[in-house]
Structure formats: C-alpha cells, structure tokens
C-alpha cells in the first residue's frame, strides 16, 4: 500500500470510529454509515505539555513586546486550566525563539514526550510567503523566526537555518511522540498551516489525533488590539480561558466569537485611515478557524476555573 492510500485510509478510519465514512465518488464526497465505533472515544487522561513560541524579529513593525506579551498572557491563563506546572511548560520567545532553539526544544521533547502526553503548542510569529512571491503555494510559506537582521533571500534563510519552511515545521511536529498534538497558530497568513500540509511529508504519526486553531482564515490579517500592545485573538483566548469553564473547544468557540465581533471596528477604522494599503488582498474582518476531525478540543477538559487558581 502506498503513503498515499495509507493516509487515506487512516483518515476513513477516524471518520469511521465517529460514525461516518466519506467516501470519495466522482470528484464528490459521499458519505455512507459505518459499523458502529470499536475504539473508545472517551478522553484519555494525559499529561499535559506546552510549547510557547513568540517571536517578533527587529524587522517586523510590530514591538518584540506584542509578541511576547501575547504568549505570555496565553500560556499563563491556559497552563493553570490544563495543570501544566513549570517543568511541562516551554517558552521560546524572540531572542530564544531561533530556528536552532526551536530544534532543540523539538529534540528535547522528541525524547521526552511518549504515549501518555499531550502537546499543545501555541505559535505567535510571523509567517511569510518565499521572498514576496504572490504566486507560491501553501508550502512555500515560511516561518520567520528571530534573526539579528533581515535576510536578503527566503532561500538564503531557510538554507542557512535561520528559517524553517512550514513544511519543516510541520515534519518537526511529527518528530515528537506525543499522543495528541493541538496545534494555536496566531500569526498572518495562518491559513498556510493547515491539517492536510501535516500529512504532505514522509515523516508522519499517521494515528496520531491532531487538532489546529487558526487565528484567522484564508486571505484574512491576524489583528491586533485596538490599542496594539497584544494579538486580538491573543487577548480574546486569554480572556475566555480565565471566564469559561468545560472543554478546550467551549474556550475556543468563544474566542472565535469575541475575536470576529472585536475585529469589526478594528477593520473598519483600519480601512478609513488607509492602514490596510500595503495588503490590498488581505480582509482585516478577522474569524479564527478550528481543524478538529478527531474531536480533540472537545475531549480535553479543562480544570474548573474554582480549581485553576486564575489571578
């Protein structure tokens, strides 16, 4: 059996212990009952691990400030709610987010993490497309990470290790064994990291349930707050994580919700003074997506906000 065919089975499988085959049917997707579930989709209690990356590079217009204080902000409100003490919480922020710091955080919890973890990792960085070209494809893009100065070429980055194309990134993710991965990308063009490129490298968990949040969709710029000291959905995630309780997926579905009503007025003054010129394709009216074929956000539970112990 081909990579290919393997990972399409794998995936009718998942669909399948749901209740629900798709099938592929002249270009169409049909779909068809299946033989009810024999695996168990009871959440797992799994140790719970993050992965923070915050970067903002000297170049980018925003201050390394932004950057930092949006990780930080999202990682204090969502490790007390996931029970994640200091020794499973990781941070990589703008001096300490290089690409070689980033691979060496990845080997560590290459070798750390195993079957009885989960890793979430939350990612605010840039991501840029290979030396401005429109044209490129999703796997072109490119993580921007720090650098004391811009480099003159995408190629000259990603071959020199001071970038790491999304395909890469994306392969890394797999290096490490986690059981679970749940993957937060807050960052433009967030749409270029998407569950299908996860599966486009020959370093793949095929079994492994993986989830992606989104900041914004395809084509829409991540926003910040109005008064531009942290990403919007930054501060919308953080907010609902310190005023929901339930699941992963009710904090989420409200951060969607908060994020896309906050954008409005940000985008609509945003397009009456002009700001939005130096990307006319981009729409500023921000909705933050969620990737969960395996029901992952719905299965992590998140510690009672009486029992988090929230400042």
């Known amino acids: ?29 049909a779909a068809a009952l299946c033989p009810s579930p024999a695996v168990s989709q009871e959440p797992r209690n799994l140790e719970n691990h993050i992965l923070g990356i915050g970067n903002c590079p000297p170049w980018n217009p925003q201050s390394p400030e932004v950057c930092k204080h949006s990780l930080e902000k999202v990682v204090k409100s969502l490790a007390p709610r996931l029970d994640t003490g200091p020794d499973q919480t990781h941070l990589l922020i703008n001096e300490g987010a290089s690409a070689p ?23 605010n960085l840039p991501l840029g497309r290979p030396d401005d070209d429109a044209a490129a494809d999703d796997s072109g893009y490119v993580l921007e990470l720090w650098a004391g100065a811009k480099p003159e070429t995408t190629a000259e980055a990603i071959s020199g290790g001071t970038w790491i194309s999304a ?6 993710i797999h290096t490490i064994p986690a059981a679970e991965v749940i993957l937060i990308l807050d960052t433009n063009n967030s749409h270029a990291v998407d569950l299908h490129l996860l599966d486009q490298h020959s370093v793949d968990m095929k079994n492994r349930p993986e989830a992606l949040v989104s900041s914004s969709g395809a084509g829409q710029t991540a926003n910040y707050s109005a008064d531009r000291t942290i990403s919007l959905f ?14 992963l997926l009710d904090v989420m579905t409200v951060a969607v919700n908060g994020t896309r009503q906050a954008a409005i007025p940000i985008c ?19 909705v933050p997506e969620i990737q969960d074929p395996d029901a992952l956000l719905s299965r992590t539970m998140l510690l009672p906000l009486s029992e988090s112990q929230l400042n």
């Open 167 to 172: 395909p890469a990134f994306a392969a890394m």
């Open 1 to 29: 059996m081909s990579g290919s065919t393997r990972r399409i089975s794998t995936r009718l499988a998942r669909l399948c212990t749901r209740g629900l085959c798709v099938l592929p049917a002249a270009g169409l997707f």
């Open 234 to 247: 930054a501060k919308h995630l953080a907010l609902a994580l310190r005023e929901t309780d339930g699941t």
């Open 101 to 123: 710091a980033l691979k060496r955080k990845a080997t560590e919890l290459a070798n750390r993490l195993g079957s009885d973890d989960r890793l979430i990792i939350y990612a």
């Open 268 to 286: 609509a003054k945003l397009k009456e003074t002009g700001s939005q010129s130096r990307t006319e394709a981009a729409d500023c009216n921000q």
